[in-house]
């Protein structure tokens, strides 16, 4: 499976985004994650759900003003962002988890979220 991030940008604090991760197929998929990096920091977990579209998961610092969702009709994981911070800067990955237990070994290519005071 491949993964296909897109959607980044540059916004003001106080706009919204949507990022989207397409896979190139529909099965072989247990969960997918969004994750952020900024440069001198770790990757952070943002929000992930299964790939049923069931039990999305957010980091406490979104929680609230960002939505993970899945569309199986696209194979398409999105994360609609709400009231962008300066602190939300960050290069956006999505990754897949293949199978529980494990690890989210199927990485996309970041998209850049830059957001400005």
């Known amino acids: 499976v491949q993964l296909q991030a897109s959607g980044g940008g540059l916004v003001q604090a106080g706009d919204s985004l949507r990022l989207s991760c397409v896979a190139s197929r529909s099965f072989g998929i247990y969960s997918v994650g969004w994750f952020r990096q900024t440069p001198g920091r770790e990757r952070e977990s943002v929000a992930s759900i299964a790939w049923s579209g069931r039990n999305p998961s957010y980091a406490d610092f979104v929680k609230g003003r960002f939505t993970i969702a899945k569309d199986s009709a696209t194979n398409t994981v999105s994360l609609q962002m709400n009231s962008l911070k300066p602190e939300d800067t960050a290069v956006y990955y999505c990754?897949?988890?293949?199978?529980?237990?494990?690890?989210?070994?199927?990485w996309g290519q970041g998209t850049l979220v830059t957001v400005s005071s």
């Open positions: 990754a897949a988890k293949r199978r529980s237990p494990g690890v989210y070994d199927v």
